[in-house]
C-alpha cells in the first residue's frame, strides 16, 4: 500500500523559507515520479511541482517558478519542496503524491503571513 507523509510546514512570515518533506513507502519509490499539491482554504486541489524518477527533471506551476526547488532522494525514499521567497498566496495545506496518486491525508499546514 502506498504511503506518503508530509513534514515540514509551520508558520512564517512573507519572505521566509520552508523546507517540506515526505516520506514514501509500500511502492518502487525509485521508479515513481512524484507531485507536490498544494490545497488553500475554500479553493481547489492546485499542482504545484512534479520530478521523475531520477530526480533531474522537474516542472513548477507559474504561481511558483524560481521561488520553490523539487527535489528527491531515492536512497532514502524522500521528496522535498524546498520553498523561498513566500508570500501569503502560498498559504495552504500541501501534498505529496505519485504520479498518479491523488492527494490524500493530513498533508503538511503552511501558513505565510503578512
Known amino acids: 500500500e502506498v504511503q506518503l507523509v508530509e513534514s515540514g510546514g509551520g508558520l512564517v512570515p512573507a519572505g521566509g523559507s520552508l523546507r517540506l518533506s515526505c516520506a514514501a513507502s509500500?511502492?518502487?519509490?525509485?521508479?515513481?515520479?512524484m507531485r507536490w499539491f498544494r490545497q488553500a482554504p475554500g479553493k481547489g486541489l492546485e499542482w504545484v511541482s512534479s520530478?521523475?524518477?531520477?530526480?533531474?527533471?522537474?516542472n513548477y506551476a507559474d504561481s511558483v517558478k524560481g521561488r520553490f526547488s523539487m527535489t528527491r532522494d531515492n536512497a532514502k525514499n524522500m521528496v522535498y519542496l524546498q520553498m523561498n521567497d513566500l508570500i501569503p498566496e502560498d498559504t495552504a495545506v500541501y501534498y505529496c503524491?505519485?504520479?498518479?496518486?491523488?492527494?490524500r491525508g493530513q498533508g503538511t499546514q503552511v501558513t505565510v503571513s503578512s
Open positions: 520530478i521523475n524518477s531520477v530526480g533531474n527533471r522537474r
Open positions: 503524491t505519485t504520479e498518479t496518486g491523488t492527494p
Open positions: 509500500g511502492f518502487i519509490f525509485s521508479s515513481r515520479p
